[in-house]
């Protein structure tokens, strides 16, 4: 497995353990890069993944699917659902060593 592929996957199995076992993915250097903002560094992406993770309601979580995941040498590429709440977004991860340097996110909502 690519390390691209084992941060990838730590990722996005992450978001069931917590905040702090999301930022393991991140470091200084990490970049957020969102339509409204981008995120520099652990403090600015805790407080992003903080925001996202308090404003998300229970059921969000049961209706969220993976649509499409892919990855190609350090780039990953997730698009994803949780209808209502979210009717589409997508991530795209570039991935250097083991830590994600750049992420961009997009939610669309109905």
Do not use: C, N
Not at 22 to 46: A, Q
Request: hydrophobic share 45%; proline share 3%.
């Amino acid at each position: 497995m690519s390390a691209t592929s084992q941060v990838f996957d730590h990722h996005l199995g992450a978001f069931a353990k917590g905040l702090d076992e999301l930022l393991k993915d991140y470091d200084d250097r990490s970049v957020i890069v969102t339509p409204e903002k981008s995120f520099r560094g652990v403090g600015e992406i805790r407080a992003f993944f903080r925001a996202f993770l308090d404003g998300a309601q229970p059921a969000f979580w049961d209706a969220f699917k993976v649509t499409s995941k892919s990855t190609e040498g350090d780039i990953a590429y997730l698009a994803w659902e949780a209808k209502p709440f979210v009717t589409m977004a997508t991530d795209t991860l570039y991935v250097q060593g083991d830590k994600i340097a750049v992420q961009t996110f997009t939610a669309f909502s109905s």
